[in-house]
């Protein structure tokens, strides 16, 4: 079994800081790419910010600049520091990871259960 827990997540003012991360934990042979996806009331699910095993990373346009995404191999966790709220950041963060492990010889994704970030003040 293979399971990504999320933390992090929160109430901030616009023009505040959070920062998100999310553990994979059980038998992992290997992760590949992880990343982070979000989705807010209505709409659908969209890619926020991927980071390979190598660390290159990629980020949605609206949050250049703003958000960084790292991680730690060493503990199979991703990171997501995200800066200068806006109300439109508002949704359900989800992270995945792309993982040997599990009992499979594939590499699937797995995903976290949602992390709430609420921008408002």
């Known amino acids: 079994q293979v399971q990504l827990v999320e933390s992090g997540g929160g109430l901030v003012q616009p023009g505040g800081s959070l920062r998100l991360s999310c553990a994979a934990s059980?038998?992992?042979?290997?992760?590949?790419?992880m990343g982070w996806y979000r989705q807010a009331p209505g709409k659908q699910r969209e890619p926020v910010a991927i980071?390979?095993?190598?660390?290159?990373?990629n980020y949605r346009d609206s949050v250049k600049g703003r958000f960084t995404i790292s991680r730690d191999n060493a503990k199979n966790t991703v990171y997501l520091q995200m800066n200068s709220l806006k109300p439109e950041d508002t949704a359900v963060y989800y992270c995945?990871?792309?993982?040997?492990?599990?009992?499979?010889?594939?590499?699937?994704?797995?995903w976290g259960q949602g992390t709430q970030v609420t921008v408002s003040s």
């Open positions: 059980g038998s992992i042979l290997s992760i590949g790419a």
């Open positions: 980071i390979t095993s190598g660390g290159g990373t």
């Open positions: 995945y990871g792309e993982v040997v492990g599990g009992g499979s010889p594939l590499r699937l994704r797995y």
